[in-house]
C-alpha cells in the first residue's frame, strides 16, 4: 500500500522558519516526481514546489527564495524548508508523489503562521 506521511507542522511566527519532511512507502520513490501543496481556507489546493525524478524543481512564484525542496532518495523522503513566513502561508501542506499521470497524497499538516 502506497502512504506519504507529512510531519513538521505547527504554530510560527510571521517572519519565522519552519521545515516540513514527508516519508513514502510503497512506492518505487526514484520514479517519481515529489512535490508540496497547500490548501488555505476557502482556496483551492495549489501546487508549491516540486522535484523530479532527476532533481529538476519548480516554485509557484509566490514562494520563490523563501522555500526550498529537496529530496533525499536513499530515505524515500522529500523536504520543504520554509522561511521568511507570513499569515498568507498558512495553510494545510501536503505531500504528493506522481508518476504517469496518477497521484498520491499524504494526509496533511498544518501550518499556520500568526502571533
Known amino acids: 500500500q502506497v502512504q506519504l506521511v507529512e510531519s513538521g507542522g505547527g504554530l510560527v511566527q510571521p517572519m519565522g522558519s519552519l521545515n516540513l519532511s514527508c516519508v513514502a512507502s510503497g512506492i518505487r520513490f526514484t520514479d517519481f516526481r515529489m512535490g508540496w501543496y497547500r490548501q488555505a481556507p476557502g482556496k483551492q489546493r495549489e501546487l508549491i514546489a516540486a522535484?523530479?525524478?532527476?532533481?529538476?524543481?519548480n516554485y509557484r512564484e509566490s514562494v520563490k527564495g523563501r522555500f526550498t525542496i529537496s529530496r533525499d532518495n536513499a530515505k524515500n523522503m522529500v523536504y520543504l524548508q520554509m522561511t521568511n513566513l507570513n499569515s498568507e502561508d498558512t495553510a494545510v501542506y501536503y505531500c504528493?508523489?506522481?508518476?504517469?499521470?496518477?497521484?498520491?497524497w499524504g494526509q496533511g499538516t498544518q501550518v499556520t503562521v500568526a502571533s
Open positions: 504528493n508523489a506522481w508518476k504517469l499521470g496518477y497521484p498520491f
Open positions: 522535484i523530479s525524478s532527476v532533481g529538476v524543481i
